[in-house]
């Protein structure tokens, strides 16, 4: 089972980003992203069913994040647009039975990737 995100980096004010994360061993599973600031707790961004493909977006995605899967290269895709600075987090993808809110229902974490947006 691996999780490996990849992406991120410095972008200004208003722009866009792709970040990405490659699994493996994990069919069937919910992959969400999360973001956590400095200092802050981790947040819930958005999530996409392993099972139906439905998606469950979190209040800091609605209208500028796009969650999106890959099936044939086992790939979760969180699209960004009009960035923020408060945007400004390392992003973690995970895995999980089910999309959920709470990081506690996740079972498997990639080891982030650093998304700067600059004012």
């Known amino acids: 089972v691996q999780l490996v995100e990849s992406g991120g980096g410095l972008v200004q004010s208003g722009g866009s980003l792709r970040v990405s994360c490659v699994f493996s061993?994990?069919?069937?599973?919910?992959i969400a992203w999360f973001r956590q600031a400095p200092g802050a707790e981790r947040e819930y961004v958005s999530c996409?069913?392993?099972?139906?493909?439905?998606?469950y977006e979190g209040d800091s995605a609605k209208g500028r994040f796009t969650i999106s899967k890959d099936n044939e290269k086992n790939t979760v895709l969180l699209q960004m647009i009009s960035l923020k600075p408060e945007d400004t987090a390392v992003y973690f993808c995970?895995?999980?039975?089910?999309?959920?809110?709470?990081?506690?229902?996740?079972?498997?974490w990639g080891q982030g990737t650093q998304v700067t947006v600059s004012s």
């Open positions: 995970a895995a999980g039975p089910f999309c959920k809110y709470s990081r506690s229902s996740y079972d498997y």
């Open positions: 996409i069913s392993g099972k139906d493909g439905s998606t």
């Open positions: 061993g994990l069919d069937d599973y919910a």
